[in-house]
C-alpha cells in the first residue's frame, strides 16, 4: 500500500523560530510537490522537486528531496504569522500513474 | 478565467439524490483530475483525464461514483442516490502536460487546484 507520512501532524511555534516538516513515502517516486492550504482555502502549489538531492526556496521556505531515503523535508526559517497554514506533500509513483498520493498534511501555527 | 473553477461551491442534498458537480479547468491544460477531500485530511484521488479519455478511475469508491469530461474540456463528476457517507470537499484539478510521456527527463504534472465543492448529504 502506497503511504505518505507527515510530521508532526500539529506544529505550533513562535515567531523567530526555525522548524523542520518531514515527509516520508514508501514507494518509489522522483517528483514530490510541496502545497500550502488556507483554512476554508483552496490547495497553493509551493515547491516542485524532480530529483534527488533536489533543493528549492521561497522566501522563508526550503524544500529538499532524497529520493535514495524516501524522504522530503520542509524547513520553516524565522517563522512569521503569515506562514500559519496546513501543509501538504504529494508525490507521484514512477508507476506512471498521473494521480497524487496526498501526505496528511502538517497544520501549522505560528505564534505571534 | 485565470485559475480552475468549480460549481456550485456548495451543495446541500438529501439522502438517495443525485448530484452533479462541475469542473472548469485553466484554458490549454489537458489534464484533468478529480480528488475528495475529508475535513482535517489530505485530499485523496478519484480519477483523472487526459483530454477527453478516463485514464485511471481506481480511486472512485463505488460504481454510484462516475465522471466524464466528453470535449475534453469541462468535466462532471456525478454521485447517484447519495449517501451521507459522500459528504466532503470535491477538488478539481488540472496540469498542462506538453507531452503525454511526461515520464522523460524533467517532465512533471504540477497540479492547479479549483475552489472545491462542499458537498452535505442529509
Known amino acids: 500500500e502506497l503511504k505518505v507520512e507527515q510530521n508532526p501532524l500539529f506544529l505550533s511555534m513562535q515567531e523567530g523560530k526555525n522548524y523542520t516538516i518531514y515527509c516520508n513515502y514508501s514507494?518509489?517516486?522522483?517528483?514530490l510537490y510541496w502545497y500550502r492550504q488556507d483554512p476554508g482555502k483552496s490547495l497553493e502549489s509551493l515547491f516542485v522537486?524532480?530529483?534527488?538531492?533536489a533543493v528549492k526556496q521561497e522566501g522563508r521556505l526550503m524544500a529538499s528531496l532524497d529520493t535514495k531515503a524516501r524522504l522530503s523535508t520542509l524547513h520553516i526559517t524565522a517563522a512569521v504569522h503569515d506562514l500559519s497554514a496546513t501543509y501538504f506533500c504529494a508525490l507521484s509513483p514512477t508507476s506512471g500513474t498521473y494521480k497524487y498520493i496526498f501526505g496528511t498534511g502538517t497544520r501549522l501555527k505560528v505564534l505571534a | 478565467g485565470a485559475g480552475v473553477s468549480q460549481s456550485p461551491r456548495y451543495k446541500v442534498t438529501k439522502r438517495g439524490q443525485d448530484v452533479a458537480l462541475r469542473c472548469d479547468p485553466i484554458?490549454?491544460?489537458?489534464?484533468l483530475y478529480w480528488y475528495r477531500q475529508a475535513l482535517g485530511q489530505g485530499p485523496e484521488f478519484l480519477t483523472y483525464?487526459?483530454?477527453?479519455?478516463?485514464?485511471?478511475k481506481s480511486g472512485l469508491p463505488n460504481d454510484r461514483f462516475s465522471a466524464e469530461r466528453p470535449e475534453g474540456s469541462i468535466s462532471t463528476l456525478t454521485i447517484q442516490r447519495t449517501e451521507q457517507r459522500d459528504s466532503a470537499m470535491y477538488r478539481c484539478a488540472s496540469s498542462y502536460i506538453p507531452s503525454l510521456d511526461w515520464g522523460y527527463s524533467g517532465g512533471y504534472n504540477e497540479q492547479f487546484f479549483g475552489p472545491g465543492t462542499r458537498l452535505t448529504v442529509l
Open positions: 514507494t518509489t517516486s522522483d517528483r
Open positions: 484554458s490549454g491544460h489537458v489534464s
Open positions: 522537486l524532480l530529483s534527488n538531492g
Open positions: 483525464f487526459n483530454y477527453e479519455a478516463q485514464q485511471d
